[in-house]
């Protein structure tokens, strides 16, 4: 499940993925949404946004664990400042974190990492579609 506020963003993401017919990829504008759903469809992995309004992607992944320990989590974010703020969680796990803009290819093979899945040699792609 990806969740952010942008949903151009959303769209980028989901172009990204739908090539893989092993994977059901959500998308959630809205923390409070992804909690609701996750009520109805159980996911492996969330990847917030970090900005958002409302709730920020660290909370939602800390109110995701709490509530569904099984369910990984990664920010997806723009901004800098938030490295820091990942390394100063007090002992709690850090989230994987993507930057934007992101390298598709690196994306792909790291989101599908995270979920224990390889990467089918017939999807990949040369440099020029990877950067698409």
Do not use: C
Request: aromatic content about 6%; proline content about 8%; charged content about 25%.
């Amino acid at each position: 499940m990806f969740v952010d506020d942008e949903p151009a963003v959303l769209a980028a993401l989901a172009h990204q993925f739908q090539r893989y017919t092993d994977l059901k990829v959500y998308l959630e504008l809205d923390g409070r949404e992804v909690l609701r759903r996750l009520e109805q469809n159980p996911v492996d992995l969330v990847v917030a946004d970090f900005q958002m309004p409302g709730m920020n992607g660290l909370e939602l992944l800390d109110e995701v664990s709490r509530l569904y320990p099984d369910i990984r989590g990664a920010i997806l974010s723009g901004h800098a400042e938030v490295r820091p703020m990942l390394r100063a969680r007090q002992g709690k796990p850090l989230p994987p974190f993507f930057s934007k803009p992101w390298n598709n290819r690196a994306l792909r093979r790291a989101i599908r990492s995270l979920l224990h899945l390889s990467t089918p040699d017939d999807l990949e792609e040369s440099p020029a579609q990877a950067a698409a």
